[in-house]
């Protein structure tokens, strides 16, 4: 069966068109067991979508798509801070309590510690101390990993792969995303590759 793990609602500013009323009831109607949010670096919808979900017999999943600093940050070659300089983005899941709390300081410490990089941007350091309870998606083409894919550089992906997957252990996973962008099948064909290599779902 099919479960939603990567979806932006109101909260998601820039981009999220998506009511959580409406995405719950969507989701109820299909029979779909279970449904996540993950908004742009904010959890400012989870109360309201943790209450509509259970109201309506669907399993809440709480998380947020998050952008990371120190895990192949930026484009090489590009000037840091550049229009070049893409930072990653991952989604991050909650498993329980505690990854919900960790997932709510790591966000907090983004937006109060982001040295006027202009967004909340989370440090490795910090995803180091505050991982437990979190699953970590890899972000497909926006992810580190789907990034150095793209660039056509294996081993940039490989290494970062590995970083993450000893970070998370047992909670890391290779996102695919088909969604007609122009580079979705290059990257699919190339995360698929590398999931095999490395024994990564």
Not at 43 to 62: I, Q, S
Request: glycine share 10%; aromatic share 6%.
């Amino acid at each position: 069966m099919f479960i939603h793990l990567r979806l932006h609602t109101e909260f998601s500013v820039v981009d999220g068109t998506n009511r959580i009323d409406d995405v719950v009831a969507a989701a109820a109607a299909d029979r779909q067991p279970a449904l996540a949010i993950t908004d742009l670096n904010n959890l400012f919808g989870a109360v309201k979508f943790y209450k509509a979900a259970r109201g309506a017999g669907v399993k809440p999943v709480l998380g947020a798509e998050v952008m990371l600093q120190g895990f192949a940050d930026e484009t090489p070659g590009a000037m840091p801070g550049s229009h070049q300089a893409v930072t990653p983005r991952v989604v991050l899941l909650v498993q329980d309590k505690q990854g919900y709390l960790n997932l709510s300081e790591l966000l907090a410490r983004a937006w109060t510690r982001n040295d006027g990089r202009g967004g909340a941007v989370i440090r490795r350091e910090w995803l180091e101390e505050l991982n437990a309870g979190l699953l970590m998606l890899s972000g497909a083409q926006a992810g580190p990993v789907g990034q150095a894919l793209i660039q056509g550089d294996t081993q940039r992906a490989m290494d970062v792969a590995l970083q993450l997957a000893g970070l998370f252990t047992h909670r890391f996973y290779i996102e695919l995303q088909r969604a007609g962008r122009v580079d979705d099948e290059r990257h699919v064909v190339a995360a698929v590759q590398l999931a095999a290599r490395l024994g990564l779902p």
